[in-house]
Protein backbone atom coordinates (compact mmCIF):
# COMPACT_ATOMS: atom_id res chain seq x y z
CA UNK A 1 0.00 0.00 0.00
CA UNK A 2 1.10 3.50 -0.91
CA UNK A 3 0.83 5.84 1.81
CA UNK A 4 -0.81 9.87 0.34
CA UNK A 5 -1.03 12.66 3.01
CA UNK A 6 -2.82 15.87 1.68
CA UNK A 7 -0.89 18.64 3.03
CA UNK A 8 -3.91 21.82 2.75
CA UNK A 9 -8.01 21.16 3.12
CA UNK A 10 -9.12 24.03 0.93
CA UNK A 11 -10.65 24.09 -2.47
CA UNK A 12 -8.61 21.64 -4.10
CA UNK A 13 -7.50 19.19 -0.81
CA UNK A 14 -10.80 18.67 -0.21
CA UNK A 15 -11.63 17.47 -3.88
CA UNK A 16 -8.33 15.40 -3.25
CA UNK A 17 -9.17 13.73 -0.07
CA UNK A 18 -12.56 12.93 -1.45
CA UNK A 19 -10.66 10.91 -4.31
CA UNK A 20 -8.02 9.79 -2.98
CA UNK A 21 -9.68 8.62 0.48
CA UNK A 22 -11.95 6.05 -2.07
CA UNK A 23 -9.04 4.51 -3.47
CA UNK A 24 -8.28 1.01 -2.02
CA UNK A 25 -4.60 0.86 -3.35
CA UNK A 26 -3.84 3.51 -1.23
CA UNK A 27 -3.43 4.58 2.66
CA UNK A 28 -4.91 7.54 2.90
CA UNK A 29 -3.05 9.35 5.90
CA UNK A 30 -5.36 12.33 5.83
CA UNK A 31 -4.94 16.49 5.39
CA UNK A 32 -3.66 19.04 7.26
CA UNK A 33 -5.42 21.92 8.80
CA UNK A 34 -3.78 24.99 9.79
CA UNK A 35 -6.74 26.46 11.11
CA UNK A 36 -9.20 25.78 13.26
CA UNK A 37 -12.46 26.37 11.67
CA UNK A 38 -15.99 24.41 10.95
CA UNK A 39 -14.05 22.51 7.75
CA UNK A 40 -11.92 20.72 10.58
CA UNK A 41 -15.31 19.34 11.24
CA UNK A 42 -15.94 18.28 8.08
CA UNK A 43 -12.71 16.78 7.54
CA UNK A 44 -13.79 14.73 10.70
CA UNK A 45 -16.94 13.87 9.86
CA UNK A 46 -16.18 12.34 6.56
CA UNK A 47 -13.38 10.51 8.44
CA UNK A 48 -10.42 12.14 7.53
CA UNK A 49 -7.83 11.55 9.84
CA UNK A 50 -6.94 15.64 10.76
CA UNK A 51 -3.06 16.55 11.39
CA UNK A 52 -1.80 20.21 12.73
CA UNK A 53 1.56 22.61 12.99
CA UNK A 54 2.41 21.53 16.22
CA UNK A 55 2.17 25.15 17.67
CA UNK A 56 -1.07 25.59 16.95
CA UNK A 57 -2.21 21.92 18.50
CA UNK A 58 -4.00 23.75 21.37
CA UNK A 59 -6.49 25.68 19.44
CA UNK A 60 -7.93 22.34 17.88
CA UNK A 61 -8.08 21.06 21.44
CA UNK A 62 -9.84 24.13 22.75
CA UNK A 63 -12.32 23.48 19.89
CA UNK A 64 -12.58 19.87 20.44
CA UNK A 65 -11.44 18.84 17.30
CA UNK A 66 -10.20 15.04 17.18
CA UNK A 67 -6.39 15.68 16.27
CA UNK A 68 -3.94 12.61 14.97
CA UNK A 69 -1.05 14.24 14.69
CA UNK A 70 1.26 17.16 13.96
CA UNK A 71 1.74 17.54 10.03
CA UNK A 72 5.41 16.43 10.75
CA UNK A 73 3.96 12.95 11.99
CA UNK A 74 1.70 12.90 8.88
CA UNK A 75 4.97 13.68 6.27
CA UNK A 76 7.06 10.93 8.26
CA UNK A 77 4.56 8.52 7.77
CA UNK A 78 3.63 8.99 3.85
CA UNK A 79 5.24 7.57 0.89
CA UNK A 80 4.54 10.70 -1.10
CA UNK A 81 2.50 14.28 -0.25
CA UNK A 82 0.26 16.42 -2.07
CA UNK A 83 0.75 19.84 -1.50
CA UNK A 84 -2.56 21.89 -1.69
CA UNK A 85 -1.37 24.95 -0.21
CA UNK A 86 -2.49 28.30 -1.33
CA UNK A 87 -0.72 29.84 -4.10
CA UNK A 88 2.55 29.83 -3.50
CA UNK A 89 2.60 28.12 0.02
CA UNK A 90 3.97 25.19 -1.15
CA UNK A 91 7.53 26.29 -2.09
CA UNK A 92 8.13 26.88 2.00
CA UNK A 93 6.57 23.66 2.87
CA UNK A 94 9.38 22.00 0.08
CA UNK A 95 12.28 23.48 1.79
CA UNK A 96 10.74 22.94 5.41
CA UNK A 97 9.18 19.91 4.93
CA UNK A 98 9.69 17.54 2.17
CA UNK A 99 13.06 18.36 1.51
CA UNK A 100 14.82 17.76 4.66
CA UNK A 101 12.09 15.28 5.13
CA UNK A 102 13.82 12.73 1.71
CA UNK A 103 9.81 12.83 0.73
CA UNK A 104 8.51 13.57 -2.71
CA UNK A 105 5.46 15.82 -3.65
CA UNK A 106 3.11 16.91 -5.96
CA UNK A 107 2.89 20.30 -6.19
CA UNK A 108 -0.38 22.52 -7.68
CA UNK A 109 -0.31 25.29 -10.36
CA UNK A 110 -0.40 28.05 -8.04
CA UNK A 111 3.68 27.64 -7.58
CA UNK A 112 6.82 28.64 -9.19
CA UNK A 113 7.86 26.61 -12.27
CA UNK A 114 10.82 29.34 -13.00
CA UNK A 115 13.25 31.78 -10.55
CA UNK A 116 13.99 31.52 -6.72
CA UNK A 117 10.65 30.13 -5.53
CA UNK A 118 10.70 27.14 -8.33
CA UNK A 119 9.42 24.09 -6.80
CA UNK A 120 10.11 21.89 -9.93
CA UNK A 121 11.34 21.50 -12.94
CA UNK A 122 8.40 20.20 -14.82
CA UNK A 123 4.51 20.48 -14.82
CA UNK A 124 2.32 17.74 -15.91
CA UNK A 125 -0.27 17.41 -18.59
CA UNK A 126 -1.45 13.80 -18.63
CA UNK A 127 -1.97 14.74 -22.36
CA UNK A 128 1.29 15.61 -22.52
CA UNK A 129 4.00 14.70 -20.81
CA UNK A 130 2.52 11.85 -18.53
CA UNK A 131 5.39 9.72 -19.36
CA UNK A 132 8.15 12.25 -18.41
CA UNK A 133 7.03 12.70 -14.93
CA UNK A 134 7.94 8.97 -13.55
CA UNK A 135 11.79 9.41 -12.51
CA UNK A 136 10.38 13.10 -10.74
CA UNK A 137 10.77 13.96 -6.96
CA UNK A 138 8.59 16.84 -7.37
CA UNK A 139 6.16 18.10 -10.25
CA UNK A 140 3.85 20.97 -10.66
CA UNK A 141 0.80 19.82 -11.67
CA UNK A 142 -0.71 22.61 -14.08
CA UNK A 143 -3.01 24.70 -13.48
CA UNK A 144 -7.25 24.26 -13.91
CA UNK A 145 -6.61 26.93 -16.91
CA UNK A 146 -3.21 25.37 -18.05
CA UNK A 147 -4.66 21.76 -17.93
CA UNK A 148 -7.64 22.41 -20.05
CA UNK A 149 -5.36 24.27 -22.59
CA UNK A 150 -3.25 20.98 -22.73
CA UNK A 151 -6.26 19.08 -22.98
CA UNK A 152 -7.78 21.15 -25.87
CA UNK A 153 -4.22 21.60 -28.22
CA UNK A 154 -2.61 17.92 -28.08
CA UNK A 155 -5.50 16.67 -30.02
CA UNK A 156 -5.00 19.55 -32.34
CA UNK A 157 -1.45 19.19 -32.58
CA UNK A 158 -1.74 15.53 -33.32
CA UNK A 159 -3.96 15.82 -36.07
CA UNK A 160 -3.11 18.63 -38.21
CA UNK A 161 0.63 19.10 -36.75
CA UNK A 162 2.26 21.61 -39.24
CA UNK A 163 -1.01 22.98 -40.81
CA UNK A 164 -1.03 24.90 -37.34
CA UNK A 165 0.83 28.28 -37.42
CA UNK A 166 -0.37 29.82 -33.74
CA UNK A 167 -2.58 29.77 -30.91
CA UNK A 168 -4.33 33.00 -29.86
CA UNK A 169 -6.14 32.09 -26.61
CA UNK A 170 -8.58 34.58 -24.10
CA UNK A 171 -9.06 33.82 -21.18
CA UNK A 172 -12.09 34.95 -19.24
CA UNK A 173 -11.62 33.54 -15.88
CA UNK A 174 -13.98 33.01 -12.13
CA UNK A 175 -13.07 35.54 -9.77
CA UNK A 176 -13.80 33.09 -6.76
CA UNK A 177 -14.71 29.33 -6.33
CA UNK A 178 -18.69 28.38 -5.29
CA UNK A 179 -16.92 27.88 -1.67
CA UNK A 180 -15.22 30.56 -1.06
CA UNK A 181 -16.18 33.18 1.10
CA UNK A 182 -14.33 36.23 -0.27
CA UNK A 183 -16.54 38.62 -2.35
CA UNK A 184 -16.62 38.40 -6.56
CA UNK A 185 -15.10 42.07 -7.13
CA UNK A 186 -17.80 44.18 -9.31
CA UNK A 187 -15.00 44.65 -12.12
CA UNK A 188 -13.65 42.64 -14.92
CA UNK A 189 -9.56 42.64 -14.15
CA UNK A 190 -6.58 42.23 -16.48
CA UNK A 191 -3.04 40.49 -16.22
CA UNK A 192 -0.28 42.40 -17.11
CA UNK A 193 1.53 38.63 -17.64
CA UNK A 194 -0.03 35.58 -17.56
CA UNK A 195 1.60 32.68 -15.80
CA UNK A 196 -0.45 30.12 -18.48
CA UNK A 197 1.43 31.06 -21.40
CA UNK A 198 4.63 30.22 -19.98
CA UNK A 199 3.45 27.25 -18.41
CA UNK A 200 2.13 25.88 -21.47
CA UNK A 201 5.39 26.15 -23.02
CA UNK A 202 7.02 24.21 -20.54
CA UNK A 203 5.14 20.92 -21.18
CA UNK A 204 4.53 22.10 -25.43
CA UNK A 205 7.40 23.84 -26.01
CA UNK A 206 6.84 24.74 -29.86
CA UNK A 207 3.37 25.71 -29.59
CA UNK A 208 3.32 29.78 -31.22
CA UNK A 209 1.18 30.31 -28.17
CA UNK A 210 0.02 33.85 -27.50
CA UNK A 211 -2.12 34.39 -23.59
CA UNK A 212 -4.41 37.14 -22.73
CA UNK A 213 -6.24 36.54 -19.60
CA UNK A 214 -8.88 38.72 -17.73
CA UNK A 215 -11.17 37.82 -14.41
CA UNK A 216 -14.49 38.13 -14.21
CA UNK A 217 -17.19 38.45 -11.61
CA UNK A 218 -18.28 35.30 -11.24
CA UNK A 219 -18.00 32.21 -9.57
CA UNK A 220 -19.17 29.69 -11.77
CA UNK A 221 -15.60 28.12 -14.40
CA UNK A 222 -13.46 29.42 -16.47
CA UNK A 223 -14.20 30.64 -20.42
CA UNK A 224 -11.13 30.12 -23.31
CA UNK A 225 -11.53 31.54 -26.31
CA UNK A 226 -9.35 29.97 -28.72
CA UNK A 227 -8.12 31.08 -32.36
CA UNK A 228 -6.11 28.72 -34.06
CA UNK A 229 -4.58 30.30 -37.09
CA UNK A 230 -3.46 27.46 -40.27
CA UNK A 231 -0.90 28.08 -42.62
CA UNK A 232 -3.53 27.76 -45.40
CA UNK A 233 -7.66 27.18 -45.12
CA UNK A 234 -8.47 25.61 -41.92
CA UNK A 235 -10.19 22.42 -41.89
CA UNK A 236 -13.60 22.31 -41.97
CA UNK A 237 -15.66 22.33 -38.82
CA UNK A 238 -16.49 18.61 -38.82
CA UNK A 239 -12.74 17.61 -39.30
CA UNK A 240 -12.04 19.88 -36.15
CA UNK A 241 -14.73 18.04 -33.66
CA UNK A 242 -13.80 14.68 -35.32
CA UNK A 243 -10.40 15.46 -33.13
CA UNK A 244 -11.99 15.70 -29.52
CA UNK A 245 -14.93 12.78 -30.19
CA UNK A 246 -13.08 10.51 -28.21
CA UNK A 247 -11.30 12.65 -25.95
CA UNK A 248 -11.10 11.61 -22.14
CA UNK A 249 -12.34 14.48 -20.25
CA UNK A 250 -13.62 16.96 -23.31
CA UNK A 251 -17.93 17.17 -23.38
CA UNK A 252 -18.80 18.32 -26.34
CA UNK A 253 -21.97 20.29 -25.52
CA UNK A 254 -24.82 22.50 -28.00
CA UNK A 255 -27.00 23.49 -25.48
CA UNK A 256 -25.52 25.51 -22.88
CA UNK A 257 -26.54 29.07 -22.45
CA UNK A 258 -23.50 29.47 -19.99
CA UNK A 259 -21.13 28.65 -17.57
CA UNK A 260 -23.92 28.71 -14.49
CA UNK A 261 -25.93 26.02 -16.76
CA UNK A 262 -22.81 23.41 -17.05
CA UNK A 263 -21.94 23.71 -13.15
CA UNK A 264 -25.55 23.91 -11.96
CA UNK A 265 -26.37 20.68 -13.89
CA UNK A 266 -23.23 18.81 -12.27
CA UNK A 267 -25.03 19.89 -8.93
CA UNK A 268 -28.44 18.63 -10.03
CA UNK A 269 -26.85 15.52 -11.02
CA UNK A 270 -25.56 14.63 -7.85
CA UNK A 271 -21.80 14.68 -9.00
CA UNK A 272 -18.92 14.81 -6.51
CA UNK A 273 -18.23 18.67 -5.49
CA UNK A 274 -20.93 19.49 -8.46
CA UNK A 275 -17.73 18.91 -10.52
CA UNK A 276 -17.81 17.67 -13.94
CA UNK A 277 -13.72 17.20 -13.86
CA UNK A 278 -13.50 18.02 -17.61
CA UNK A 279 -13.53 20.47 -20.18
CA UNK A 280 -16.81 21.08 -22.22
CA UNK A 281 -16.45 22.65 -26.00
CA UNK A 282 -20.05 24.71 -27.01
CA UNK A 283 -20.33 23.11 -30.42
CA UNK A 284 -22.60 25.99 -31.64
CA UNK A 285 -19.85 28.30 -30.86
CA UNK A 286 -17.03 26.99 -33.25
CA UNK A 287 -16.52 29.05 -36.32
CA UNK A 288 -14.31 28.32 -39.30
CA UNK A 289 -13.39 31.54 -41.28
CA UNK A 290 -11.38 31.15 -43.81
CA UNK A 291 -7.32 30.49 -42.00
CA UNK A 292 -8.81 30.22 -38.78
CA UNK A 293 -11.31 28.02 -35.65
CA UNK A 294 -12.44 29.73 -33.04
CA UNK A 295 -13.41 27.04 -30.52
CA UNK A 296 -14.82 28.25 -27.11
CA UNK A 297 -15.07 26.09 -24.15
CA UNK A 298 -15.36 26.04 -20.68
CA UNK A 299 -13.15 24.41 -17.88
CA UNK A 300 -14.13 23.27 -14.84
CA UNK A 301 -11.95 25.24 -12.09
CA UNK A 302 -12.43 22.92 -9.08
CA UNK A 303 -12.32 19.72 -10.43
CA UNK A 304 -10.02 19.76 -13.29
CA UNK A 305 -7.04 19.19 -11.83
CA UNK A 306 -8.33 16.15 -9.66
CA UNK A 307 -8.27 13.27 -11.86
CA UNK A 308 -4.91 15.13 -12.70
CA UNK A 309 -3.12 14.57 -10.05
CA UNK A 310 -5.10 11.15 -9.76
CA UNK A 311 -3.08 10.38 -12.82
CA UNK A 312 0.48 12.02 -11.92
CA UNK A 313 0.37 9.56 -9.22
CA UNK A 314 0.01 6.49 -11.12
CA UNK A 315 2.95 7.76 -13.23
CA UNK A 316 5.37 8.59 -10.02
CA UNK A 317 4.14 6.32 -7.84
CA UNK A 318 2.63 3.56 -9.00
CA UNK A 319 4.78 3.53 -12.62
CA UNK A 320 1.78 2.59 -14.50
CA UNK A 321 0.97 3.09 -18.18
CA UNK A 322 -1.12 5.77 -19.37
CA UNK A 323 -3.76 3.66 -20.54
CA UNK A 324 -3.86 1.66 -17.75
CA UNK A 325 -3.92 5.31 -15.06
CA UNK A 326 -6.75 6.71 -16.98
CA UNK A 327 -8.67 3.27 -16.87
CA UNK A 328 -8.30 3.80 -13.70
CA UNK A 329 -9.02 7.28 -13.19
CA UNK A 330 -11.97 6.61 -15.44
CA UNK A 331 -13.39 4.00 -13.04
CA UNK A 332 -12.54 6.54 -10.19
CA UNK A 333 -13.97 9.68 -11.29
CA UNK A 334 -16.85 8.30 -13.88
CA UNK A 335 -15.37 10.88 -16.47
CA UNK A 336 -16.79 8.80 -19.74
CA UNK A 337 -20.14 8.34 -17.87
CA UNK A 338 -20.02 12.03 -17.10
CA UNK A 339 -18.96 13.19 -20.64
CA UNK A 340 -22.08 10.96 -21.91
CA UNK A 341 -24.50 12.75 -19.56
CA UNK A 342 -23.48 16.02 -19.91
CA UNK A 343 -23.63 15.43 -23.45
CA UNK A 344 -27.06 14.17 -23.14
CA UNK A 345 -28.03 16.91 -21.27
CA UNK A 346 -26.96 19.71 -23.29
CA UNK A 347 -27.48 18.30 -27.14
N1 LIG B 1 -9.39 26.65 -6.64
C1 LIG B 1 -9.16 26.25 -7.85
O1 LIG B 1 -10.07 26.25 -8.70
C2 LIG B 1 -7.82 25.75 -8.26
C3 LIG B 1 -7.72 25.06 -9.47
C4 LIG B 1 -6.48 24.54 -9.85
C5 LIG B 1 -5.38 24.75 -9.08
N2 LIG B 1 -5.50 25.46 -7.91
C6 LIG B 1 -4.27 25.61 -7.12
O2 LIG B 1 -4.36 24.74 -6.00
C7 LIG B 1 -3.71 25.33 -4.87
C8 LIG B 1 -4.70 25.41 -3.72
O3 LIG B 1 -5.81 26.22 -4.12
P1 LIG B 1 -7.18 26.21 -3.30
O4 LIG B 1 -8.16 26.88 -4.20
O5 LIG B 1 -7.47 24.87 -2.78
O6 LIG B 1 -6.81 27.20 -2.10
P2 LIG B 1 -7.67 27.51 -0.82
O7 LIG B 1 -9.08 27.05 -0.99
O8 LIG B 1 -7.41 28.92 -0.48
O9 LIG B 1 -7.04 26.55 0.29
C9 LIG B 1 -5.73 26.68 0.67
C10 LIG B 1 -5.48 25.79 1.88
O10 LIG B 1 -4.13 26.01 2.29
C11 LIG B 1 -4.11 25.68 3.65
N3 LIG B 1 -2.84 26.13 4.21
C12 LIG B 1 -2.53 27.21 4.96
N4 LIG B 1 -1.20 27.19 5.23
C13 LIG B 1 -0.70 26.07 4.65
C14 LIG B 1 0.57 25.48 4.57
N5 LIG B 1 1.66 26.04 5.12
N6 LIG B 1 0.72 24.32 3.89
C15 LIG B 1 -0.32 23.71 3.31
N7 LIG B 1 -1.56 24.22 3.35
C16 LIG B 1 -1.75 25.39 4.01
C17 LIG B 1 -5.33 26.37 4.22
O11 LIG B 1 -5.65 25.71 5.42
P3 LIG B 1 -6.62 26.31 6.52
O12 LIG B 1 -7.94 26.50 5.84
O13 LIG B 1 -6.68 25.26 7.57
O14 LIG B 1 -6.01 27.59 6.98
C18 LIG B 1 -6.34 26.10 3.09
O15 LIG B 1 -7.10 24.96 3.39
C19 LIG B 1 -3.17 26.67 -5.36
O16 LIG B 1 -1.84 26.47 -5.84
C20 LIG B 1 -4.06 27.01 -6.53
O17 LIG B 1 -3.46 27.86 -7.47
C21 LIG B 1 -6.68 25.93 -7.49
Same mark, same amino acid.
Given at each position: M?SI????Y??IG????S?L????EI?F???????A??K?????EK?????VP?????????R??????????????????I??????G?F????????????????Q???D??????????IH?SR???????D??Y???????????G?????? !? $???G +?????? /????I?? *? =?D @?????????? !? $???? +????Q? /??????? *? =?? @?????Y?V??R??????M?V????????????????????????L?S???T?????K?????????D???V????????VQD???K????????????????L?????I?????????????HLF??????????????
Amino acid at each position: MVSIFINGYGNIGRRLASALSADKEIKFVGIAKYTADNKTQEALEKRFDVYVPLEQIRHFKERNYRIAGTIKDAIAESDIVIDAAKEGGGFENKKRLYEPMKKPAIFQGGEDRHGDRSVADIIHNSRVNYEKTADKTYVIQGSCNVSGIGRVMQPL !I $EKFG +NEIKRY /DLTLIRR *S =AD @LEDSKQVNDS !I $EWDK +NPHHQD /DVKDFIP *S =AN @LYVDAYKVPSRMMHVHQMLVRFNGKSPSRDRILEAFHNEFGIALLSSAKGTADVRTKALQLGFEHGDTNMVHIHQELLRVQDDTVKIAYSDDQTGMVIPENYLLLQSMIFKRSKTEAIRKANHLFQISKKKKILEEEFN
